[in-house]
């Protein structure tokens, strides 16, 4: 079935690395997303990754996908206290890139200073 | 930068009354969804629409969910016969040529 998990909750100090983890269920799936929540707020597409990549890098952040174990992270690299909010991952289903998203539940990021 | 814009922000219906909720998404996109948001649990895809027709629609897209594009720019969701469940915050979203699938900031709507 389709299904994306995710840890709940994350907490790291100012200027360390945070690392959120996401596994999903549909091998056949061509992108994989993150995306961040403030309080309030709507969903801001972070980054993506296309089934056949790795790794993808983007400033601060990097994303690491392992198909075989179909688990997903996503590293921020020296966390600031505005990095604080909720991330999603998702999975783009289908073959394309216009089906329809299925997210995790989202892991709470909480930047201590 | 283009973005996809909702209104309104927040919608506060009595249950039974009917609801529409208007989208904007970014101009050369061709594919239009709506997702849901009930408090504490995860974004559920409710309907996909491509070329003026569904894609697409999940079991929670019942009869008394109807989407429109009612012109070149408007994608609306409209909900017949509002029941208190359907108390959540929705996210229109659009994507183009490319895989972004860009979200709008999303409507709350509170079903009293």
């Known amino acids: 079935g389709e299904d994306v998990e995710q840890s709940l909750f994350l907490s790291v100090r100012e200027g360390d690395s945070s690392v959120i983890n996401c596994t999903y269920t549909d091998s056949s799936s061509t992108y994989l997303y993150w995306y961040k929540q403030e309080p309030g707020a709507g969903l801001q597409l972070l980054t993506y990754?296309?089934?056949?990549?790795d790794m993808k890098q983007d400033q601060r952040l990097t994303v690491l996908l392992n198909k075989k174990d179909k688990h997903l992270s996503l590293r921020i690299a020296d966390t600031q206290t505005g990095d604080s909010a909720i991330y999603f991952c998702a999975e783009r289903m289908g073959s394309g890139n216009t089906g329809k998203l299925i997210f995790g539940q989202g892991t709470t990021l909480q930047v201590k200073p | 930068e283009p973005e996809v814009t909702q209104t309104p922000s927040h919608q506060v219906t009595q249950m039974g009354q009917e609801v529409i909720l208007r989208c904007v998404p970014i101009?050369?996109?061709?594919?239009f969804y709506w997702y849901r948001q009930i408090l504490g649990q995860k974004v559920e895809f409710l309907v996909s629409f491509y070329n003026n027709e569904i894609s697409e629609k999940s079991e929670i897209f019942d009869d008394q969910f109807s989407v429109e594009r009612p012109d070149g720019s408007n994608f609306t969701l409209k909900i017949r016969s509002t029941k208190l469940e359907d108390s959540a915050m929705y996210f229109c979203a659009s994507t183009g040529q490319g895989p972004g699938a860009f979200f709008g900031q999303g409507t709350r709507l509170t079903v009293v």
């Open positions: 990754i296309f089934s056949n990549m």
């Open positions: 101009s050369n996109h061709l594919y």
